[in-house]
């Protein structure tokens, strides 16, 4: 991982570097927001998009999927009191081979076409991400400034329950991993990469690719768009990491939820191939519990006067367990915590890894909103 020529391991690009200059005329950007039982979160999201100072025009879409709550009408009370053009819309019922959120997005775009011209830029974000007054203005900055179809943020999740500090930088360490941004933000690349919880897209490309109808059944969407804008299409993709701008409010207090969260999507990102199941499975397994069964050995080792053996598996264990702390260095740090945390890589490590083959062995879940 630390040899990785892409270096992914240290978070970069962050949204925190220098702005692109503003454009000549700033483009009327519509904002699409897909919401089920988002009661709780909506209400502050559309207040943070009203508190952009985006010079250009803005109008906000909120698709309504058949929440069992009150969204729908925080909503709607919410968008009365807003400053920009606000419409609250009631999901129409899923129809056969598509997955909700995508069909949430549809709707949404349909809406915003619907309402006259539609606008050039559209921003793709969810119900539980806050944008911090410049967000938009940037996004769209640096979208016009480097040509791109796709500019993607990954939110600033939350970490501050015990669960969520010990998984969820590793989350961000893997996410960079398999999909490392330096490569992905590449022209020529043959990856594309982008986080689900703010995607500003180039309505032409998105239309031509196909639109949504080309990616209906996609359950995990934010890799698809930027698949469908970077291959379709044919335009440039950038993803930064948020280091505040853009934030998710969703909580995740305990590792149940954070095993929910990965287990429906984790087999799907496989390619629903159990050889890469296995494969996956072994890997993190020798980086992981490799170290720590090396140092407990060579301890063991060391204490029953096995010196040689026991030291030079105590030496490697201590090694491979220290390139591992010094890999999650920069994903601690960006989430403000303690040296200590960089420790724990192994258990969440190995905890990803069961929530994998759990997500394997259950088959593909989420994102239907049947």
Excluded at 74 to 100: C, Y
Excluded at 254 to 279: E, G, H, I, N, P
Excluded at 330 to 349: C, D, E, I, Q, S
């Amino acid at each position: 991982m630390l040899l990785h020529p892409a270096r992914p391991w240290d978070l970069r690009p962050r949204d925190d570097e220098a702005a692109a200059p503003d454009p000549g005329a700033w483009p009327e950007v519509g904002v699409v927001i897909p919401a089920r039982n988002e009661a709780d979160a909506i209400a502050p999201t559309l207040a943070a998009l009203d508190r952009q100072d985006y010079p250009g025009a803005m109008r906000v879409v909120v698709v309504d999927e058949r929440s069992a709550d009150r969204t729908g009408e925080v909503a709607r009370a919410a968008a009365r009191s807003a400053s920009r053009p606000v419409r609250v819309v009631t999901g129409a019922a899923l129809p056969d081979g598509w997955v909700g959120k995508v069909w949430g997005m549809e709707q949404g775009v349909r809406a915003l076409e619907a309402g006259g011209p539609a606008p050039p830029w559209v921003l793709l974000t969810d119900a539980d991400i806050h944008h911090a007054p410049d967000s938009l203005r940037r996004l769209v900055a640096a979208a016009m400034a480097g040509g791109t179809g796709l500019e993607s943020r990954m939110a600033r999740l939350r970490c501050q329950s015990p669960a969520e500090k010990l998984l969820i930088p590793p989350f961000v360490l893997f996410f960079f991993l398999l999909y490392p941004p330096r490569w992905a933000n590449r022209a020529g690349s043959r990856i594309a990469s982008a986080a689900g919880g703010c995607n500003l897209v180039r309505h032409d490309a998105l239309r031509d690719a196909g639109g949504f109808a080309a990616l209906s059944d996609a359950l995990i969407d934010d890799l698809a768009v930027a698949r469908l804008v970077k291959f379709r299409a044919g335009l440039p993709t950038r993803l930064a990491l948020s280091r505040g701008r853009v934030t998710s409010t969703r909580p995740y207090d305990d590792l149940a939820s954070v095993w929910t969260m990965v287990r429906r999507s984790a087999f799907t990102q496989l390619r629903r191939s159990w050889v890469l199941v296995v494969l996956v499975a072994l890997v993190l397994l020798l980086m992981f519990a490799g170290p720590i069964v090396a140092v407990v050995a060579g301890g063991i080792g060391v204490a029953t006067d096995a010196v040689p053996a026991g030291a030079w598996a105590l030496g490697l264990g201590l090694a491979g367990w220290l390139a591992m702390a010094v890999a999650a260095g920069p994903a601690t740090r960006a989430f403000g915590l303690a040296w200590p945390w960089r420790l724990a890589l192994p258990v969440a490590g190995l905890l990803y890894g069961a929530m994998t083959v759990d997500s394997a062995l259950r088959g593909p879940r989420g994102g239907g909103w049947r």
